[in-house]
Structures are given as C-alpha cells and as structure tokens.
C-alpha cells in the first residue's frame, strides 16, 4: 500500500478508521487483465482507481490516429481521466491496463462522500493530484528540453522496473521518439 496512504490512516482514531472503512467498504476490488481498457477517449471518466498490483498507462489518440503515452501508473499510484473525472465532460485521454492488475475502484459519487465525511481525505485527495501535476508537468518539460537519450537515461534511472514492464512502442511514445530510435538508444547503453 502506498507510504502517504498508511500514514494518512495512522492519524485517524478508531472512530474514523471505522467510518472509513464503512464508507469505502462499497469500492470495488478489480482484477482487470492485460490490455484493458479502463476508459476511451470521448467517454467520460467516473472513477477513479488505486493501483493495488500492476501497470496503468494513460494515452491520448492523435489526430493521425496515433497514440502518445502521457504517463505510466504502478503500485500505489492513484489513475484515472482525471480532466474528464473533475469535469465530467467527455475524456480526451484513454486509461489501459498494460498487465494483469488489482485496482481499487472508487465512483465520483463515492470519493465525493470520502470528501464530505473525511477533510483529511480530501486533502490527501489534493495531493495525490498535485503529485500526479508535478509528475506531468516535469515530463512534458523533459520533452522539449532534453535529448531522448537524456530522457531514456532519466527513466532508467527513477523508474527500472518500466524499462522491462513497459512494451516498446508505449515507452517510445512516452519517450516522444521512435521505436527504432529507442531500440538504438537501448543498444548503446
């Protein structure tokens, strides 16, 4: 479970602890498989998932019809459309499950109620999103300030584990190079 999560719980009472439980004990346990899709661009967003075991990666379809990854999520990450979540206006992201996965499945309705009931939480809410900004923000400034090897490098080194998890043609449109440039970079290093 993620670090920032268990310690949100310490602080809580055992009144809290119970009412949280009460009013998560209605999100849904998933065990989604290998390159499903969780939402599409043009739906809308309705949830919003923890990612107990697996990988997530959020996209965006080109207008050429290609696919960009914007970000990939593990163990302990909160994902979802969230432009689409927050306004409930149809999703320009898709969300794709890129292995076999367990993810906590919480509604807008149910997050909303966590919210209201919990202040704590819906602090805890905000900073997952910051965290999840912050992450954006830094890649899309990777993108156009450094080399693709930089940022190939970059990965390797905060994120190992993708390097093997990640297909090649997702870890290249995350990359913002080609598969075959990507496949020279990894060659050489």
């Known amino acids: 479970m993620n670090q920032d999560l268990l310690k949100m719980l310490e602080l ?12 998560t ?5 998933l065990e989604v498989k290998k390159n499903t899709f ?8 309705n949830f919003v998932y923890y990612v107990s075991e697996g990988l997530v990666r959020v996209y965006l379809e080109k207008n050429d019809g290609e696919e960009s990854t914007m970000g990939f ?4 990450d909160f994902v979802s459309g969230y432009p689409s979540f927050l306004s409930q206006k149809p999703s320009l992201f898709g969300v794709q499950v890129l292995e076999d996965s367990v993810l906590i499945q919480g509604s ?3 997050i909303n109620d966590l919210y209201y009931r919990f202040p704590l939480f819906e602090k805890f809410g905000r900073l997952a ?8 923000t830094d890649h899309y400034v990777a993108l156009l ?8 490098l970059k990965l390797f080194k905060e994120n190992p584990d993708l390097i093997n998890r990640v297909p090649v043609k997702h870890l290249a449109t995350f990359l913002g190079i080609h598969p075959n440039s990507l496949s020279r970079i990894r060659k050489k290093i």
Do not use: C, H, V, W
Request: hydrophobic share 25%; no cysteine.
């Open 73 to 76: 999520y593990t163990e302990g």
């Open 38 to 45: 969780l939402l599409k661009p043009g739906e809308t967003e």
């Open 129 to 136: 999103i910051e965290k999840n900004y912050i992450k954006i």
């Open 12 to 23: 809580l009472n055992d009144n809290e602890k119970f009412q949280l439980m009460e009013a």
């Open 145 to 152: 300030t450094t080399f693709s090897e930089e940022r190939y």
């Open 25 to 29: 004990q209605n999100f849904k346990r």
């Open 108 to 110: 807008r309705e149910q």
